[in-house]
């Protein structure tokens, strides 16, 4: 192994650490803090998701201009700063007494973990890797889902043993601040030693790709968006009320973390498992089978009730949940390229930000209306349907460039003929 390349996967390691911390901790444990703040305030299942779907909101709209900042700055500095953003809004959620303030320390929290997680990441993994992207990338994203196997459990801990939900806030930013924080000052860096600060810019705009205004008009972009928010609203939307549904089948509170624990720890396998397999066959067929296989593992949640039937469910909805975190951005690089890679991903992350957003509400509201969860998840089954069709719709940069400059000529010849007429 070269200096470079054990430098690419000791950066990979430090990615892993600082996603599972502040992914983990800060997004994988809403769920957890959901039916804490619906008893603790005793506000409508709907408002109570409205906080996760701020938080999306949130970390969306901010995407585009993370994405900017990404493509022009180191992306350390942009993950710094999303690092204490993050650490500082489980703070003000530790302190809230009304519905404005906690609202507030969701917005924050959702701008901190954008600028300090899955973008920058991805982003660093496609800079540093080549034909080992995909294994790079599945265990670098492994780490949000790991994250929220074991943050998980330590805020329940938290809750049932050290004072309740605010300790858990306290408890779960601490080693943001403690661990991620020097370890992306010293370890992250957005590009490998060659490509230097003089030549930063320049080492972007000569990487294969289109340019944001291409991307615009190519087809993929707006497949990979649209396949960002069925994942996001499925997935943000079904996790987000699961805990609570087991509590109402009957589970305890425990059980019912311990399982959405296990969720998590499926994912992280199945985050590296399909990164693996994308390697093989392609990110976009691998995406394909894994909305199929998600639409396949919620399907299961109806007979959750089972204990053994619950064991199915988790293993199945838990390998298919986190993997399109993973297998999204290499579809990009294979549809778009790499060359505005911040740029694109950012605006197309907005998709998954609404996606997001509406999932938890929407379960949310389903279930003040009809008393139950079982309608939102026959929905988030037909999402994941749609979303394999919209990754088998996708095509490879050659053939969108391709596409792109046939389209140029044509409108050049119509511009032509009008002129001469």
């Known amino acids: 192994m070269t200096a470079r390349e054990r430098q690419g996967w000791i950066l990979v390691a430090s990615l892993f650490v600082t996603l599972f911390l502040v992914f983990g901790s800060g997004y994988n444990t809403t769920s957890l803090f959901f039916p804490q703040l619906l008893k603790h305030f005793g506000w409508s299942h709907t408002r109570t998701a409205s906080l996760t779907s701020a938080l999306a909101l949130s970390a969306g709209l901010s995407g585009p201009l993370i994405g900017i900042l990404l493509d022009r700055l180191e992306a350390r500095l942009v993950m710094i700063v999303g690092i204490i953003m993050t650490a500082a809004a489980f703070l003000v959620a530790s302190r809230a007494e009304s519905f404005p303030v906690m609202m507030g320390a969701y917005l924050l929290l959702g701008i901190g973990i954008a600028a300090a997680t899955l973008l920058p990441a991805a982003l660093i993994v496609a800079n540093w890797f080549g034909a080992r992207r995909g294994l790079a990338m599945g265990l670098t994203f492994a780490g949000t889902s790991l994250g929220g196997a074991v943050m998980t459990q330590l805020g329940n801990f938290a809750i049932l043993d050290l004072g309740g939900w605010r300790s858990a806030y306290v408890t779960l930013a601490a080693p943001m601040v403690l661990v991620a924080l020097p370890l992306v000052l010293f370890e992250v860096r957005s590009r490998p030693p060659e490509a230097t ?31 960002q928010f069925l994942f996001a609203c499925s997935a943000a939307g079904a996790g987000l009320h699961l805990i609570h549904h087991l509590i109402n089948l009957g589970y305890s509170q425990t059980a019912a973390a311990r399982a959405m624990g296990l969720v998590f720890a499926c994912a992280s396998i199945g985050k590296l498992g399909m990164g693996l397999f994308s390697d093989r066959v392609s990110a976009r067929v691998a995406l394909t089978v894994n909305f199929i296989g998600a639409a396949l593992g919620i399907a299961l949640v109806f007979g959750a009730s089972n204990r053994a039937m619950l064991a199915v ?62 309608a939102a998840f026959d929905t988030f089954i037909v999402m994941n349907i749609l979303g394999a069709i919209a990754t088998l719709a996708c095509l490879n940069l050659a053939t969108e460039e391709a596409r792109l400059a046939r389209r140029m000529s044509t409108s050049q010849e119509v511009l032509a003929g009008s002129h001469a007429s």
């Open 313 to 374: 469910f988790v293993l199945v909805f838990g390998l298919t949940l986190g993997a399109p975190l993973v297998l999204i951005p290499l579809l990009q690089a294979e549809s778009m390229g790499l060359k505005r890679f911040g740029s694109i991903g950012g605006i197309a992350g907005v998709f998954n930000t609404l996606g997001a957003a509406a999932g938890p509400f929407g379960a949310g509201l389903i279930f003040d209306l009809s008393g139950g969860y079982y």
């Open 197 to 227: 600060k003089a030549d930063f810019q320049a080492s972007g705009d000569a990487l294969p790709g289109l340019e944001l205004g291409q991307a615009f008009r190519a087809r993929s972009f707006w497949m990979v968006s649209a396949a």
